[in-house]
């Protein structure tokens, strides 16, 4: 059914005039709850389809692409749509970069874990119940959590069907369930919050609910009684959960588009030394039950491995057709898509390799410095690599945990960040497509008082 | 042209739709002993074409339909939402709703009191943004990246776009309530990369947008001036040096720099997070959170601006809503839900991104409204600090009050006079305390220039910011030096 509606899309733009196209379908249902104290807050169910279709027009110096979608699928508009795309392409401007891939698009289509489908009946009411396990562990933690923001929980599903014009059509199913949970914590007229998540492929690799709520609760009870630190340049320890967040700006510099459009700061670097020896960085499209883990990947071909950074040096880019095609370079597989956007490069499963540390150690082996435990703000240039980002986290005195730092920001050039990692921690922390262990960075700024 | 409204022809066209239809549809979303319901249908349509390398290389059209039927009981509500717009499906997202209230089966009957059209009309246009031709649009990029590129030699790359979208909704409450209303957005950017010759690059982004024609922007007395001041900034940029690092007086530029408002205290005044008691602005109405002779609003009645609405997504008219008065807190922003269990009347600031999410108390346009200082004075009685000139984009962590937002351009104050340019930087504080610290307000207030989109819960919402020349004492600068 699915697929049907991908190859008629794609015969009609052939009709219409384009020499080639690709079309992808995306189902989904999902239902959310959020319970907030003894209440559901609410309970959300959707029901959606919608169809995106790219098609290339010739001419004599290049192709011209248009990309269109509709989740109104009713048969006119869809034939609309595609009579659309074909005429949109044609008034714009032809680009000898613009096209398909070059052939090599998936041969099968692997099991990659990313459903259990009996798992689709999973009840509401299941769901309930375990987003009222998280917030109640989390206030019956400490009498000092005091308040909620809710704990969320969620099951979605998704078939995708994927087809172009020359002849490859492919199919698979995800899923992905979830649960967040955001208690507040209070001391002395002082709020502070925080949150703690657990997202997987199936029910089962969920972490206990209880566990979500009470690790929720600890993250916001220890930031009571935050203090503001002075000025200093210290050695910056970041929690896995805020690794992984320094490892997305990488990610960022890294896809294709940000390197044709000369927009990231890492262009011409392939092949140096950008990054401490203890930083390698791997990208894998076929992680099984990852949360970025596809078969294929935005535009047919197959999704694959790629070592991006190794012992520190610049290995590999992540490219989509297109900017593989701009690069003189090949694609990797990377292309990510969405019914509603044009193919672009992006991270998978993107991870840092995790090292000989824990995190204990680092604290221990650190005199005076900063634990990151929260980051935010936008802060992060890709074009320079220079990043300032608020923050709050533990301040490190004598090798052990002091107290609590807030309404202070930390800052440097990614670049020297990566640079400057002097230990990278035993565990990788998954809780999401991003993934990374512990690291101190050898020195930042810390602006506060 | 026929005096219906178009979204009211939309369902009953395109979809078949009666009025009866809607009112059994919320009959049965109230059938367990809900106290409110409603319908809420849309049908956007989004244009955008985009240039770079010198080229116009693609054209992009999406089309989003969807409806979506709420329940309310308490604090409770149940939503169910699909992009199959038929009866069928209305009555299965009206059963699934309701599953959230748990009285037994009463019918209920619902009258729809038909009016439908807004009584405002902040943005009359006589061609949807989406109805222009591309021809037009692919002009304009054309024009923009060779204006760029006349402007100075160390533009390296051009990336600029046109975006046009025009929203139908459709509002039915179970209290009789109906609204339609029909929401042109357009938006032009521009993003320019400039090379020193020696290895640095620096970036600078400039927009422009509005619920007004598109031809307002193909009006190079319009768009020149957004393309000088990107390519001023990233030249300006290859020679900023590094930020200095801590606590110091911040004279914030007019206009954009509102978004420190709206991180600051704007979302901590939002109804939901006040009800609960999670923000830290919470059971505050009537204390002093500003200095003297602060005023901010919320005004989601301004013509043709981002943030404005004829109607909130909940079909409440929008209003001008005065959140601090002389420097104290006179109000939250509220939605239906917020409104009735904290007792007040909805503020129209019910928003949501899409019929596929529930709404929540969002901002409209927020800011200042301007003193009586002069902005040149205001630079010369700072002896030791920063100018922040341009801005990013922020954040608020709502609960401990402290926001974070990041300075695209920005200069050294030394003795009263802008020094040299400095790399941008994050600036942080503590909302609740950041606008007691306010010295001296500029007598000349500033909207942004209509790209401002806000987060919140995953949903992102157009909204405008603004604010006047302002100086802000002992704000924490997160520079390198």
Not at chain 1, 21 to 35: G, H, M, T
Not at chain 1, 67 to 87: C, H, K, N, P, R
Not at chain 2, 328 to 357: I, K, W
Not at chain 2, 423 to 451: F, H, M, N
Request: aromatic letters at 4%; charged letters at 25%; one cysteine or more.
């Amino acid at each position: 059914m699915s697929l049907e509606l991908v190859k008629s899309a794609l015969a009609r733009a052939r009709r219409r005039g384009a020499c080639a196209a690709d079309a992808v379908l995306v189902e989904s249902d999902a239902r959310d709850v959020r319970v907030r104290g003894d209440e559901i807050e609410f309970v959300t169910q959707e029901r959606s389809r919608t169809l995106g279709l790219r098609a290339f027009v010739k001419a004599p110096d290049g192709l011209r692409v248009a990309i269109t979608s509709t989740s109104d699928l009713a048969e006119a508009t869809a034939l609309q749509l595609v009579d659309d795309t074909v005429e949109l392409a044609g008034a714009t401007a032809p680009d000898p970069c613009a096209g398909l891939p070059d052939g090599g698009f998936a041969s099968e289509v692997p099991d990659l874990e990313l459903i259990r489908p009996a798992e689709r009946d999973v009840p509401l009411e299941a769901r309930i119940a375990d987003a009222r396990r998280a917030e109640a562990a989390a206030r019956d933690l400490d009498p000092r959590v005091t308040n909620s923001q809710g704990s969320d929980a969620s099951s979605s599903f998704a078939r995708v069907a994927f087809g172009n014009s020359e002849g490859f059509f492919g199919e698979y199913e995800t899923a992905l369930h979830s649960l967040v949970s955001m208690p507040v914590a209070s001391e002395n007229g002082a709020m502070q919050t925080d949150w703690w998540v657990s997202a997987a492929r199936s029910l089962a690799a969920l972490e206990e609910p209880g566990a979500v709520g009470r690790r929720a609760a600890e993250r916001a009870l220890r930031r009571l009684g935050s203090r503001r630190v002075k000025t200093c340049k210290v050695p910056v320890i970041f929690e896995a959960i805020t690794a992984r967040s320094l490892l997305s700006h990488l990610a960022g510099c890294v896809t294709g588009g940000a390197l044709y459009r000369k927009a990231s700061f890492l262009c011409g670097r392939l092949g140096e030394r950008i990054a401490s020896e203890r930083v390698t960085v791997v990208d894998d499209g076929r992680r099984r039950g990852g949360l970025g883990s596809r078969p294929f990947d935005g535009e047919g071909l197959p999704t694959r491995r790629t070592v991006v950074l190794e012992r520190g040096v610049l290995r590999s880019w992540l490219l989509d057709g297109y900017s593989a095609r701009k690069l003189g370079l090949s694609s990797t597989g990377n292309a990510s898509r969405s019914p509603g956007s044009a193919p672009g490069a992006g991270a998978t499963n993107l991870w840092l390799e995790p090292g000989d540390s824990s995190l204990e150690e680092m604290i221990a082996g650190t005199e005076r410095g900063l634990l990151v435990t929260w980051l935010f703000g936008p802060g992060f240039n890709a074009v320079t690599g220079d990043f300032s980002r608020g923050a709050a986290g533990l301040w490190i005195e004598d090798g052990h945990i002091a107290f609590p730092v807030h309404e202070l920001t930390i800052a440097g050039n990614l670049g020297e960040m990566l640079a400057g990692i002097d230990a990278v921690g035993r565990e990788v922390e998954w809780l999401g497509s991003v993934a990374a262990p512990p690291l101190r960075i050898a020195s930042l700024t810390v602006a506060g008082d | 042209m026929s005096d219906v409204p178009a979204p009211l022809r939309l369902v009953r066209e395109r979809y078949g739709l009666a009025p009866s239809d809607l009112e059994a549809v919320l009959g049965s979303a109230l059938a367990r002993g809900a106290e409110y319901a409603d319908v809420f249908l849309e049908r956007t349509t989004q244009d955008s074409v985009a240039l770079e390398d010198g080229l116009v290389k693609s054209g992009d059209r999406h089309v989003a339909q969807g409806v979506g039927v709420r329940a309310q009981v308490g604090e409770r509500q149940g939503y169910a939402h699909t992009n199959e717009v038929t009866l069928e499906s209305l009555r299965l997202a009206a059963g699934a709703a309701r599953t959230i209230a748990e009285g037994g089966a009463a019918g209920r009957s619902v009258a729809i009191r038909a009016s439908g059209r807004p009584e405002q009309d902040l943005y009359p246009l006589a061609t949807a943004p989406t109805d222009v031709p591309v021809a037009e649009k692919i002009e304009l990029l054309s024009a923009i990246d060779a204006y760029a590129r006349s402007r100075d030699p160390r533009v390296a790359q051009v990336m600029a776009s046109v975006v046009a979208q025009q929203r139908l909704v459709v509002v039915a409450g179970s209290d009789g309530s109906f609204a339609s209303d029909v929401q042109p957005l357009v938006r032009v950017n521009v993003q320019v990369i400039a090379e020193d010759g020696r290895g640095r690059r620096e970036a600078a982004y400039q927009g422009g947008g509005g619920r007004v024609e598109l031809a307002v922007f193909l009006d190079p007395a319009r768009w020149r001036p957004l393309v000088d001041e990107a390519v001023r900034l990233a030249v300006l940029n290859l020679s900023a040096l590094p930020c200095p690092a801590g606590t110091m007086d911040v004279v914030l530029a007019p206009g954009w720099s509102g978004v420190l408002l709206h991180e600051a205290v704007g979302h901590g005044l939002e109804g939901d997070f006040n009800r609960k008691g999670t923000s830290a602005f919470a059971g505050r109405i009537g204390e002093r959170v500003a200095a003297p002779g602060v005023t901010v609003v919320d005004d989601g009645t301004l013509p043709g601006r981002r943030g404005s609405l004829n109607v909130d997504d909940e079909g409440q008219p929008t209003r001008r809503n005065v959140l601090i008065e002389d420097g104290v807190l006179v109000g939250y922003l509220q939605d239906r839900l917020n409104a009735r269990l904290m007792g007040v009347a909805p503020t129209g600031n019910g928003r949501r991104e899409s019929y596929a999410h529930l709404p929540l108390p969002r901002m409209t346009n927020t800011f200042m409204l301007g003193g009586e200082d002069d902005p040149e004075e205001i630079v010369r009685s700072v002896d030791r600090g920063l100018y922040a000139a341009n801005f990013g984009g922020g954040q608020v962590d709502i609960t401990s009050g402290k926001f974070v937002f990041s300075v695209s351009e920005a200069y050294r104050i030394e003795g009263g006079r802008l020094g040299a340019p400095v790399k941008g930087a994050s600036l942080i504080g503590s909302g609740p305390e950041v606008l007691t610290r306010v010295r001296r307000i500029g007598a000349d207030l500033q909207l942004d220039q209509g790209v401002g989109t806000c987060g919140k819960e995953g949903q992102s919402v157009p909204v405008g910011v603004g604010l006047p020349t302002l100086l802000v004492a002992d704000l924490i600068v997160g520079g390198t030096e």
